[in-house]
């Protein structure tokens, strides 16, 4: 099977193109080198076709889509904070790409499209653990962003016959996960900063939560949705199901690290969310999906990475 992994050279697209090479498929990685980096690439680069080149540009991915059995769309701007002061950037980016993305894929009679959302759709909500079917109200740009993108894979599954698999990824983390950018996760900047003896900033009371969900099992969602014979076009959830605060965050950095940080608090960042959990129900149902990787384990794996890295 031939498959494509837009932002391939990004933290989650590296781990599937290699996943995918491990399985024995034939991966093309399409990367703009924006935010992905060679060097995530490392141990499989000679496995892989790399073609350097932007999810906007339509001419170009039709050209690479020829002959490919599935696309994975992993080509995304990310950062909450920032679509706030680049929202235009954002929607050329994930909506007019995510929509050139499906146009090369029906152009080509690609016959499936895994593309990955965010959480960040639910926005601000009391109904918890967060439920696929219910109402949402995204906050930010990014959020709007890939809501829409959402509407365009479910258009072009009704539409056109495209199947589509809608995956919302809760809070990745994993090594490969840059903790260099201003945007970055909270869990690297944590490991860098407790390592490095410095002071980790918490914003807001440190109270707000996430459910992070280790990059494996991220990587083993996608490879389930090629396989699903139902739910094209659907949103599924790809989570842990478990909440953990920021502050109990840092408690784990400190635990697995030796270290004995004490954070210094900052305001509330614009558009980010009080509490954020999954349901993961539809995903076990549909994907057969279950998180295999507790926190703790996860975490243990991200620090030695970072430790060989720095």
């Not at 990824?169 to 201003?182: A, E």
Request: charged letters at 30%; one cysteine or more.
């Amino acid at each position: 099977m031939k498959c494509v992994v837009t932002g391939g050279a990004g933290f989650i697209g590296s781990h599937l193109a290699e996943a995918l090479v491990k399985n024995g498929e034939e991966a093309v990685i399409v990367d703009n080198l924006c935010s992905g980096n060679r060097d995530n690439l490392a141990g499989f680069r000679e496995k892989v076709k790399f073609l350097k080149g932007d999810v906007r540009d339509l001419g170009f991915l039709k050209k690479a889509f020829r002959g490919v059995d599935v696309v994975l769309h992993h080509a995304a701007l990310i950062s909450v904070v920032e679509s706030v002061d680049k929202p235009g950037l954002y929607h050329e980016v994930n909506v007019e790409g995510t929509k050139n993305v499906l146009e090369a894929a029906r152009h080509n009679n690609v016959g499936r499209v895994v593309f990955s959302s965010s959480c960040a759709v639910y926005g601000e909500t009391d109904d918890l653990p967060m439920r696929e079917g219910q109402d949402v109200r995204p906050a930010s740009p990014y959020a709007e962003d890939k809501l829409e993108a959402e509407k365009l894979c479910k258009e072009y599954y009704e539409k056109h016959g495209l199947k589509t698999m809608v995956l919302r990824y809760f809070n990745v983390f994993g090594p490969r996960q840059s903790p260099d950018s201003s945007y970055a996760g909270v869990i690297p900047i944590f490991v860098k900063k407790v390592l490095n003896n410095e002071t980790p900033v918490i914003y807001g009371d440190g109270e707000q939560t996430r459910d992070f969900v280790y990059v494996r099992d991220v990587v083993r969602a996608n490879l389930l949705a090629l396989g699903a014979v139902r739910g094209f076009g659907e949103p599924v959830n790809i989570a842990s199901g478990n909440e953990i605060s920021v502050n109990q965050v840092l408690e784990a950095v400190n635990k697995v690290t030796g270290g004995k940080a004490v954070p210094k608090h900052a305001p509330e960042r614009r558009g980010e969310l009080r509490r954020v959990w999954a349901d993961v129900d539809k995903a076990d149902k549909q994907l057969g999906f279950k998180s295999r990787y507790d926190f703790e384990k996860g975490l243990a794996e991200t620090v030695d990475w970072l430790k060989k890295k720095s």
